[in-house]
């Protein structure tokens, strides 16, 4: 709908943008169109390519690129172990999302490299099993400093974010936890704006049960931590190398990452 304003280089695959946009909605996906065909104007190119959709699509989810902030030799090698260890661990995860591309060029505000998965089909619904592969894939970054340099960065902060927030949820909300059962003991949060709108809160549990959840996902962190590991120290040469090929080349694409 919105592409068809549009000449398109032949290497265009729709289908394959859609497959990176899972999720946008049609604005978004206008705004896609729009940056793809102003990239294929700077470049004085007289169709829309691959290239430009792929342009588009990065820009969009993780900001423009920041040419002018330089990282230091052992900050951009940290950054590919970091990206290196999430692909790695997302590729070795039955039901986590295929890895589309690596990036260790920074983008947006904080960005200092991304990792692109790409969904095969529209999800409703996740088994306990593939949230688990979900946690590990987060916390695959953090899971490869570590076992290189021994110690962790702070560039890990969005990442144990997210995976504390999903490990919470899996306790709290979807009942999987065999300590606590099959009950949800806290809804949805209450919107930023509208805190009053009814909106469920936190649930009326005892200071016991506050400290089982915590338990629970201080397990559920430190399982998936030691997978993680155990993951990456047998695949130890291969995140190696694509660590290696991310600081020649900064981008690796499936292809690629594929033969390493």
Known sequence: VHAKRLTLGPDVDLAAVAGKTAGFAGAELANIV???????????????????????????????????????????????????????????RATADKVSKISIIPRGI???????????????????SELLDRLDVLLGGRGAEQLVFSEASTG???????????????ITRYGMSEALGPAALEGPRASLFLPEAGAPHRGEYSERTAQTIDEEVRKLLGEAEQRVHDTLSTRRAQLDAV??????????????????
Do not use: W
Not at 55 to 77: F, N, Q, T
Not at 156 to 170: G, P, V
Not at 245 to 251: K, N, Y
């Open 243 to 260: 660590a290696q090929a991310l600081l020649r080349q900064e981008v690796v694409d499936r292809a690629t990452l594929a033969v390493l």
């Open 34 to 92: 729009n940056e793809a065909a102003l990239h294929a104007a700077r470049k004085n190119k007289s169709c829309v390519e691959m290239s430009d959709f792929d342009e588009a699509i990065d820009r969009v989810i993780a900001g423009l690129e920041k040419k002018s902030r330089v990282m230091s030799p052992k900050e951009k090698e940290t950054v590919a172990f970091h990206e290196a260890g999430h692909a790695l661990v997302a590729e070795s």
């Open 110 to 128: 904080g960005a200092l490299g991304f990792t692109q998965q790409q969904p095969t089909e529209d999800r409703y619904l996740l088994k306990r």
């Open 156 to 170: 890990a902060q969005n990442d144990l974010q997210r995976a504390t927030d999903l490990a919470r949820q899996m």
